[in-house]
């Protein structure tokens, strides 16, 4: 199976007769640095287009028609977190309602952090609060895990040991430097006990809204004493 996120109509029959729709994709970094790796900009003005507090993402999504497809506003057609993170998340939601879906789940994030810009996580709690008020007949599930790591991707074990001890550090304080240090005060996540937790959550319609790591743990322990039995 093969679609495009930023086309409806390329993902609309894989929709049709499911029990849940997830939403997993997102962009951690945008890519401004391309064209300051490339010559075609200043370092100075690559960062201030990356910090840039405001950013265009698609056309109003609650506006368009079924089925119509995202447009980049930015004039060079960035794919920004606006569009990713936001956009693509409200409107697959909406096309989950419009079928008929029941469920719906989107992968979002515990917090942001100091060295990324603020609309990283700004936009994926937009996302959160449209899709909760604008399609109150959907169950959503909005899960939100801190950092993922996996042993395939080998360069994610070292961050994750250093995640592990800030936010033992954090703990210890009684979480009082989450707010200095974002994500990065939240315990790292296995990313496959995260998906033990997802399909946890799709299996107990009492969940809906936010999921944060506590409850992802204790999902994900409840999947692993049902499968020991």
Wanted: a neutral charge; aromatic letters at 6%.
């Amino acid at each position: 199976m093969k679609a495009d996120i930023l086309k409806p109509r390329s993902y609309q029959p894989f929709l049709k007769g499911a029990d849940a729709v997830i939403h997993s994709m997102g962009i951690l970094i945008e890519a401004d640095y391309k064209g300051v790796l490339q010559g075609k900009e200043s370092i100075y003005g690559g960062l201030k287009r990356a910090f840039s507090t405001t950013k265009g993402g698609s056309q109003n999504p609650l506006e368009r028609k079924p089925g119509e497809g995202l447009e980049p506003q930015e004039e060079d057609g960035q794919l920004t977190y606006e569009l990713m993170n936001r956009d693509s998340a409200i409107t697959l939601a909406q096309e989950t309602a419009n079928e008929r879906v029941p469920t719906f789940l989107y992968i979002s994030a515990a917090a942001g952090t100091p060295i990324l810009p603020a609309r990283y996580i700004t936009t994926k709690r937009d996302a959160e609060s449209t899709i909760a008020s604008s399609l109150p007949r959907l169950r959503s599930i909005f899960v939100r895990p801190a950092f993922l790591y996996d042993s395939s991707r080998a360069f994610t074990i070292p961050i994750a040991a250093a995640g592990s001890v800030a936010a033992t550090m954090n703990s210890l304080t009684g979480g009082r430097l989450t707010w200095l240090m974002g994500a990065g005060g939240i315990k790292p996540l296995r990313a496959d006990l995260v998906g033990e937790a997802v399909v946890e959550a799709l299996a107990d319609d009492s969940i809906k809204g936010p999921v944060e790591t506590k409850e992802i743990e204790e999902l994900a322990n409840r999947a692993w004493r049902r499968g020991m039995l």
